[in-house]
């Protein structure tokens, strides 16, 4: 070999072999150098070096295709089985699901190829098959008839639920991929053009030689997806009976395509080509992209099932025009720790809610100031106006008339909306808003102050409308705390503080409640129904959160100073300098209490951790067991929300201590928090 011609040639390193070492010369010049301080030589960039490791390199070069990945061309005129239809059918179902569920276009939908070769499989620009070609098993219909309605479909659906969410109530990236990569969806493409193709699909089948079962698996997936774009294309506030029919038609629909089984298909059938995953190297993308691969079909239609349902709630919102549902709805969804809907139907309830200057499609923005009053503290707002002309110093009426209207119509819409806002967003919101309330509280308790009531009716008026603006205001502080639970937030020495200072404001909350329940009218009103209620459910919840405060202390090991910062930050919403302005908003976030109050639970010799717990089931559950009328749809959401709150109490009393005697020995490591037991309180390690 030494021999060998060439042989030294061959192992010859470019550039030659007489390297010299030069990292003691760059250390001693990094030396010199300041933090994150980058050098360059002339010409050459940072994009120019991340290039050199992105090429060729499979994980940054999105157009390496390597050996495995290669497959044969897709020819989307290759004939199919009815049965192979089916399949690509229901896998655009999957893809559907997918980009609602987050992923973007190009590793959903954009994978299906037949959606970027609709031209070729237009049966107006084909010539005619050749009669030798004609196969009756696979005829090509199947292909420029049937598949290309459904992807016309699929597309179309896509298109009206990207124009939905696209409103900017719910955020691009943040909540849904909007990203096309420069493929049409349709847009300028009419639904009912498309929705009668589905029809001539259907029409083709009921017409064609193929088999009675055939027929009815190909026309049911058809129907499937007209039914979808039906719902797209519907306003559930305009037409609700519209939107009971599809969802009900759809359910049905999906129950009959899952329990109808299909033949096996080959594993070596074309139709599997039909799928790319790898289709997104070949279209323009602004983010890199991870290929994914599509759940199995049987949870895709889960899915959908799922999907429908949550149109059948957009529906009952719309048909229940009522501030006390519509708040209910949302804040009980959080509370029982269910999933996010799909950021469409998230979009699409807080576009019937306030779209085009009108309140469920149907009322004008006053609508809002009027249930508010009434369902909060049981009196008409005209009966207030009128109670403020007749008490009024001077005519300025007017001028407050209007802020109360500009100001209430400013915070219910979005605080009915931050219900369907992501988790973070709404947290941040409801931060924000608990300013606002407190202004709003502020320049009501002043002018009502000013006025000289004739008589004590029109005192009890005067004196409820504050107390109304207080309660909305102590409920968004608790909905912050709280979702510092749900979204797993505080470090394990910042509990003990959140759950005192969470007591703190229900302690203010059922006050307020308490100090306004005389000015309501008779017990038979939806408003004094509701503050009975939460009078009880928020002692119950106070216990709870009080009960922690003491077994939770023992985490607290950080020096008063790292407290006092944590403490700081964590609660910069309630240190805004605009509150000193205003009159206080209790409770005030005084940390320095917190040793105090501390103190006074421990030495309360009679304080029993495991009786509290009981006390609290016990009005858990009684409220579980009465019934709430005035919240129609969303009543069995509310007891279910009660009842995993006993539920919490009853796993807690056998493990906490029976007295605080019992304290220092009990074990912290029993308590774990898990959202997806319960979003804001522990549960007992097995």
Known sequence: MAGYYGYDDLYDMPGGDDFEDVTEVLVAGAQDMEPEEVLFMDGVTLHDAMSAFEIGEPRLDSGMILEEQRRPPFDPLTPLLPEEVCWILDRSFACEMEWHAGKTLSQSVYTILFVHHLPDINPEYLPPQPQELVDPARPRWLITVVVRAAMLGLLKCCDLAWRELSKNRVHDVEDWQGEKCDVSLLEGVNAEVVSRMLDAACEWLRRSSLSEKQVSALRDRLLLRKTLLELYRTNPVQVIDDVRYHVAAGQGLVHRIRTTPLPQIATDSPVFLSMDPYIARRLPNYMPIIVTDLPPQEDSWRVLEGFLHHWQGIEKLAASPSLLKLEAAGSLHIALGRPLLPAFHRSLVQTQ?????????????????????EETIGYPYATLLKALERSAPQP???????????????????????????????????????????????????????????????????????????????????????????????????????????????????????????????????????????????????????????????????????????????????????????????????????????????????????????????????????????????????????????????????????????????????????PGVHPWFPTVAA
């Open 353 to 373: 809610l306030f779209d085009r200057s009108l309140v469920l499609g149907e009322y004008q923005p006053i609508w809002l100031v009027e249930r508010f009053f």
């Open 396 to 674: 300025q009426m007017t001028s407050m008339q209007e802020v109360i209207e500009r100001r209430i119509n400013n915070l219910i819409v979005p605080h009915i909306r931050s219900s369907w806002y992501n988790h973070p967003r709404r947290k941040r919101y409801l931060q924000r808003e608990v300013l606002q309330w407190h202004v709003l509280y502020h320049l009501l308790l002043q002018d009502v102050q000013h006025h000289q009531p004739p008589d004590a009716e029109t005192a009890k008026m005067l004196s409820a409308m504050p107390l109304a603006v207080q309660l909305w205001r102590l409920s968004a502080c608790r909905e912050v705390i709280l979702a510092g639970f749900q979204q797993e937030l505080y470090a394990p020495e910042e509990k003990p503080i959140a759950y005192w200072h969470l007591s703190r404001v229900l302690d203010v909350h059922i006050s307020c409640i308490e100090n306004l329940l005389p000015y309501v009218p008779p017990a038979d009103t939806p408003a004094h129904r509701e503050l009975t209620f939460q009078a009880e459910h928020l002692a119950a919840l106070q216990m709870i959160s009080t009960t922690f405060v003491v077994l939770t202390a023992g985490y607290i090991v950080s020096p008063w100073r790292r407290l006092t910062l944590n403490f700081l930050k964590r609660y910069k919403w309630l240190f805004n300098p605009e509150f000193d302005d205003l009159v206080p908003a209790e409770p005030l976030p005084d940390l320095l209490a917190f040793p105090n109050a501390l103190r006074a639970f421990l030495l309360d010799e009679h304080y029993s951790p495991s009786a509290t717990f009981q006390l609290a089931q016990d009005i858990l559950s009684r409220l579980s067991h009465a019934s709430y009328p005035d919240l129609g749809y969303w009543a069995c959401d509310r007891v279910e929300y009660l009842r995993a709150l006993a539920s919490v109490c009853d796993r807690l009393e056998h493990a906490v201590p029976t007295s605080l005697h019992e304290l220092p020995n009990f074990d912290l490591s029993v308590l774990k928090w898990v």
